[in-house]
Nanobody, 124 residues
Framework: VQLQASGGGLVQAGGSLRLSCAAS????????VGWFCRAPGKERQFVAA????????YYADAVKGRFTISRDNAENTLYLQMNSLKPEDAAVYYC??????????????????WGQGTQVTVSS
């Protein structure tokens, strides 16, 4: 599966963005999908994920209540709705997929496929 992330940009603090991730191959309903981000000088960090077998969603504490992950299986697209953005949310955001859910989903090395990243900049 090849992933293509888009939707990043410059937004003021408190604003919203919606990131999209289109898959070139078919992402089956059972595949796990997720988003990670990398801020300058930091390692790539977990943001949100959807468990394929149950549809359960997981979020990093820092984004709970502000970000919403969703998927459109018919369109082979993953989304990340980002509301109430803060300057500390600024980073390159990557979408990811793996065949089956992994208990340690928050580690990026447990994901198989990656998009190229899309830059999110939040001005204060």
């Amino acid at each position: 599966v090849q992933l293509q992330a888009s939707g990043g940009g410059l937004v003021q603090a408190g604003g919203s963005l919606r990131l999209s991730c289109a898959a070139s191959g078919r992402i089956s309903r059972g595949n796990a999908v997720g988003w990670f981000c990398r801020a300058p000088g930091k390692e790539r960090q977990f943001v949100a994920a959807i468990r394929g077998d149950s549809g359960q969603k997981y979020y990093a504490d820092a984004v709970k209540g502000r970000f919403t992950i969703s998927r459109d299986n018919a369109e082979n697209t993953l989304y990340l709705q980002m509301n109430s953005l803060k300057p500390e949310d600024a980073a390159v955001y990557y979408c990811a997929a793996r065949t089956r859910w992994h208990v340690n989903y928050y580690y990026d090395y447990n994901w198989d496929s990656w998009g190229q990243g899309t830059q999110v900049t939040v001005s204060s």
